[in-house]
């Protein structure tokens, strides 16, 4: 088992930034790919980006690629989204996930391990 805590979410204004943090415990951390997913109201859960175990390694969405950074630190056994330059189309819940690969798959069913999610929201 790995258990997932988000933190880091809140209101912001457009343009404005925000880091996520998630901490993760239990299994090794660094058997583990990770993942930053979100979800709109209304709408299907959608990729934001994934990190390799290794954390060389990266894989953003179109939508967020240049604005959003992800990193990781194993031995701190967390891993942060760094988000820039926010857009009210960025507001929904932000979930990180930890899949037993290698690299950090944009697939959802790839992710066996979920944190419970943290709310971004952007206004205009």
């Known amino acids: 088992q790995v258990q997932l805590v988000e933190s880091g979410g809140g209101l912001v204004q457009a343009g404005g930034s925000l880091r996520l943090s998630c901490a993760a415990s239990?299994?090794?951390?660094?058997?583990?790919?990770m993942g930053w997913f979100r979800q709109a109201p209304g709408k299907e859960r959608e990729f934001v980006v994934g990190i390799s175990r290794s954390g060389s390694s990266t894989n953003y969405a179109d939508s967020v690629k240049g604005r959003f950074t992800i990193s990781r630190d194993n031995a701190e056994n967390t891993v942060w989204l760094q988000m820039f330059s926010l857009k009210p189309e960025d507001t929904a819940v932000y979930y990180c996930a930890a899949a037993p690969t290698i690299f950090g798959t944009p697939r959802l069913s790839a992710y066996t391990y979920w944190g419970q999610g943290t709310q971004v929201t952007v206004s205009s």
């Open positions: 239990g299994r090794t951390f660094s058997n583990y790919a």
